[in-house]
């Protein structure tokens, strides 16, 4: 309230000194058909006015920040492959049982349009993710998160996150995975109910991880060559991916 009875008392101010001012002009110059003139010009620009400022000035300024802090949370996004994402991508689809039925749409090349990216992602969203729980090495995987652990905390404080639904689901979901997993004192007497309840965690991440890893490689692919190219030689779908150029 505060605020706002000191902003009305300025616009209050700023109106009783614009007709002191015209006032002036009267009693100095007695002509108020000139003033009238200019008055009425003065009204009737300030419409442009508003549509110039608010409307398209505004609207580029928008767009401009918009692109600034989508740049910025490709970066975090790009970050969090390079320390996390890709590795647990390729212990996951490791434990996926049919992947090898979708394994060569994964294997993104230099020549991929947006059609293709477009049907892979098509593909990714009717295929039946799947995690053989047995094969997972719970201890080492649990390890793996807690030594992440202040890393995936500091990009939590990134505000940019906020405006990155899917991206901040998936980082709760790790967050959860990394929580059961540290919760358990002995993973190798575990029951079966557990395991599967710990398979379900596991799949949630990795259905996550997936689409995540399919979108970044588009805004690579678009913006930045050089890192998709890097991107295509760590691919975690592909068994024989070198980072090494042949």
């Known amino acids: 309230m505060?605020?706002?009875?000191?902003?009305i008392v300025l616009g209050l101010l700023l109106v009783v000194l614009s007709i002191i001012v015209y006032l002036i002009h009267y009693i100095i110059f007695r002509d108020?058909?000139?003033?009238?003139?200019?008055?009425?010009?003065?009204?009737?620009?300030?419409?442009?006015?508003?549509?110039?400022v608010t409307l398209i000035i505004h609207h580029l300024l928008s767009e401009k920040e918009k692109r600034a802090r989508l740049e910025?949370?490709?970066?975090?996004?790009?970050?969090?492959?390079?320390?996390?994402?890709?590795?647990?991508?390729?212990?996951?689809?490791?434990?996926?049982?049919?992947?090898?039925?979708?394994?060569?749409?994964?294997i993104v090349t230099n020549n991929w349009t947006e059609q293709e990216f477009f049907s892979v992602s098509k593909i990714l969203k009717n295929y039946d993710y799947g995690i053989e729980i047995q094969k997972v090495d719970l201890e080492h995987l649990g390890n793996f998160l807690m030594d992440k652990r202040d890393f995936l905390l500091r990009l939590l404080e990134?505000?940019?996150?906020?405006?990155?639904?899917?991206?901040?689901?998936?980082?709760?979901?790790?967050?959860?995975?990394?929580?059961?997993?540290t919760h358990r004192d002995d993973m190798r007497q575990l029951p079966s109910s557990d395991r599967e309840h710990l398979s379900g965690d596991i799949k949630r991440v990795y259905v996550l991880l997936v689409h995540q890893w399919l979108t970044y490689m588009i805004y690579l692919k678009n913006n930045y060559p050089y890192l998709f190219s890097l991107a295509m030689r760590t691919n975690p779908f592909d068994r024989e991916a070198s980072p090494v150029v042949k």
Do not use: C
């Open 158 to 181: 990134n505000p940019s996150l906020l405006e990155h639904e899917s991206f901040t689901g998936l980082l709760r979901a790790v967050f959860h995975l990394m929580d059961e997993l």
């Open 2 to 7: 505060k605020r706002m009875s000191w902003q």
């Open 32 to 52: 108020i058909h000139h003033i009238l003139i200019y008055l009425i010009g003065d009204i009737a620009f300030v419409f442009i006015e508003v549509l110039l």
């Open 72 to 106: 910025k949370l490709n970066m975090v996004i790009g970050t969090f492959f390079s320390e996390v994402g890709t590795g647990l991508l390729t212990s996951f689809s490791d434990f996926d049982p049919k992947l090898d039925k979708i394994r060569k749409e994964l």
